[in-house]
């Protein structure tokens, strides 16, 4: 069950909030701001590429990894593929993680290391591996990790992980707003360097003035009424988030929503592009998830009983959409079946403040639902 009272609550938000999810979403904007300049100190502004790798080759462990990897691929569209390798091992621990490269993999090709952590051996045996293949290394992980060594022993590039004091108490969760974007800023940094996308040093800095923003309309001395993220986040109270996504750089977006739902606030979600999400769940919304699956449901007493569990549509768009759009067939599809729709779309702008704000504002949804949930 939801807690309503403590959303408007910012002292009891801030003692609910012992993973520190709420600071690390307020703060991402610094967070980016950070991170561009470690990427600097570090020299990737300095970088002459010889030319765009053949391919993108992203490791690391968790959420944060498999976002970064969509995010960068959706970027850099058919310009250079963008590929996660997926680890293996007999458990998600820092010691049982393994990485290969496939063996096609070679001089051409650039290697990204992303994580949180930096001890796990599976990476610093990946990164001696992509040596010895001729692959170029370049990882972003927390300073004066085990993985320095090795990207060192690599000839590679590290850029230290830009934390907050508060982080070093406890492990990081991979969805936690702040390690998104302290691990992503300085890859952009060096597709950017590599022609692969376009972040410069500008657009970074309008990425983090597009999360100040969002921080201060969804912060936590912002009345849930007057705030689009506590609003969500009461709207999906014993509901089953049905996330449609339309527009390229909302699809990752929605994906990340549905990953944080899952590790943050311990809620299932289920997420599709539109105009193909139509097709996908219209039986799961005309079935027994709907609104209007239970036409006793208004007049049955359960006040010993749990809510049912029924699905809310919600719409992420990346941008204003002008000519074709499916929005509007979503939107019959959902209210045909009584079920309710809760819509997000960004202010106008570059496609990577368009996404910072898709991100941010659902970061801060699923933070506030997991900590009025007592997740």
């Not at 498999?66 to 850099?76: F, K, P, S």
């Not at 001729?134 to 927390?142: D, E, F, N, Y």
């Not at 999400?277 to 079935?287: I, K, T």
Request: charged content about 20%; overall charge negative.
């Amino acid at each position: 069950m939801l807690d309503e009272s403590l959303l408007d609550t910012p002292e009891a938000l801030a003692e609910a909030d012992r993973r520190a999810l709420l600071r690390g979403a307020a703060e991402a904007g610094a967070r980016v701001r950070t991170a561009a300049r470690h990427a600097a100190e570090a020299g990737v502004h300095d970088l002459k590429p010889d030319g765009r790798p053949r391919a993108i080759l992203i490791a690391g462990p968790g959420a944060a990894a498999t976002c970064v990897a969509d995010l960068l691929g959706t970027l850099a569209g058919a310009s250079s593929p963008v590929t996660r390798l997926a680890p293996t091992g007999v458990a998600p621990a820092a010691g049982a993680l393994r990485w290969e490269l496939p063996g096609w993999a070679g001089s051409v090709d650039l290697l990204l290391i992303t994580t949180p952590d930096g001890t796990e051996p599976g990476l610093s045996l990946l990164a001696e591996q992509a040596y010895r293949r001729g692959c170029t290394v370049v990882a972003v992980a927390p300073a004066r990790s085990p993985l320095t060594e090795a990207v060192d022993g690599a000839h590679g590039l590290f850029v230290p992980m830009a934390t907050a004091p508060y982080e070093h108490d406890e492990p990081l969760a991979a969805s936690a707003p702040g390690v998104l974007w302290a691990l992503l800023t300085p890859l952009l940094a060096i597709l950017d360097r590599t022609g692969l996308l376009s972040a410069p040093p500008e657009a970074l800095e309008k990425v983090a003035d597009r999360l100040d923003q969002v921080a201060e309309r969804c912060g936590p001395a912002v009345a849930t009424y007057s705030n689009p993220a506590k609003t969500l986040a009461s709207e999906l109270a014993d509901s089953l988030p049905v996330i449609w996504t339309e527009g390229t750089s909302a699809g990752p977006a929605g994906r990340r929503f549905a990953a944080a739902l899952a590790e943050l606030a311990g809620r299932p979600a289920l997420v599709s592009e539109l105009p193909e999400a139509l097709a996908e769940h219209n039986a799961l919304l005309a079935g027994p998830l709907a609104a209007s699956a239970d036409p006793d449901d208004f007049f049955r007493d359960r006040v010993d009983e749990a809510p049912a569990l029924h699905a809310r549509v919600v719409l992420l768009r990346d941008r204003p959409i002008g000519g074709l759009t499916a929005a509007p067939t979503a939107r019959d599809l959902a209210l045909s079946h009584d079920t309710p729709i809760s819509e997000l779309e960004p202010e106008e702008g570059g496609e990577l403040e368009t996404l910072a704000e898709l991100i941010a504002m659902t970061d801060f949804a699923a933070v506030y639902l997991a900590l009025a949930s007592g997740a």
